[in-house]
């Protein structure tokens, strides 16, 4: 079954304490991607990876980090996690070229 | 730049009814995908509708349909026949064909009344 994963599903943490939210995908897919969805604002990109090893900043890239070391695996690092960092986060995943992305089922992060 | 517009924030329909929701957007490009999600309250993100901008007839999926105007950069969701389970938020979405990054509006929050 194809399927995008994001780990954990839920996060409350405090401000400062350094965080990683998964994501993995079965699908061999060469593109991933990570936005954040705030109220009023629909989803914004941060960050996303057209394939190992290559990754480039989307809209909102400040305070996150990501890596591509595999293909099936995209995390999204959060150093120093501030307050305006809560917010809904997506993974998604495609073929470049192809019309559909894949949405994993969202990461609510609440920092405190 | 890109951007998608949905100027309306919340939208409501009685069950069975027809409801359209609107969205523009504004791109110098020819070649482009664009699409409306449904966000339910679970948070997923659901693909409802997918237009490619080159294919002039408008596509639709069982209840619903786009009214897709390229020369008006118009993209409307018609849903006919409403049913409670059609309430969400939906979202419209542009994509540059050799580009991944989703572009979106802010949302429109659909209510269903039965």
């Known amino acids: 079954e194809a399927q995008v994963t994001q780990n954990p599903r839920y996060l409350i943490t405090v401000t400062g304490k350094k965080l990683t939210v998964t994501c993995s995908q079965n699908?061999?897919?060469?593109?991933m991607s990570w936005y954040r969805q705030d109220p009023g604002l629909g989803l914004r990109q941060i960050y996303y990876?057209?394939?190992?090893?290559?990754?480039d900043k989307g809209d909102v890239p400040e305070g996150y980090k990501v890596s591509r070391k595999e293909k099936r695996n995209f995390p999204l690092i959060l150093e120093s996690p501030s307050p305006n960092q809560t917010s809904l986060y997506f993974c998604?995943?495609?073929?470049?070229?192809?019309?559909?992305?894949?949405f994993g089922p969202g990461t609510r992060l609440l920092v405190l | 730049a890109q951007t998608v517009t949905q100027s309306q924030p919340e939208m409501s329909v009685q069950e069975a009814e027809t409801v359209t929701l609107s969205c523009t957007y504004d791109?110098?490009?020819?070649?482009?995908?664009l699409f409306w999600y449904k966000q339910p309250p679970s948070r997923q993100m659901i693909l409802v509708i997918r237009?490619?901008?080159?294919?002039?007839q408008n596509a639709t999926e069982n209840r619903f349909s786009v009214n897709f105007q390229k020369a008006a950069k118009s993209f409307s969701l018609k849903i006919s026949d409403s049913q409670l389970g059609d309430a969400a938020m939906y979202f419209c979405?542009?994509?540059?064909?050799?580009?991944?990054?989703?572009?979106f509006g802010k949302g429109t929050k659909l209510s269903v009344k039965p």
């Open positions: 998604a995943t495609g073929v470049l070229g192809q019309e559909t992305q894949y």
């Open positions: 699908m061999n897919h060469e593109y």
């Open positions: 990876s057209m394939n190992v090893e290559v990754t």
């Open positions: 791109t110098s490009e020819s070649d482009y995908y």
């Open positions: 237009q490619e901008a080159y294919k002039q």
């Open positions: 979405a542009y994509r540059e064909r050799s580009q991944g990054n989703l572009i």
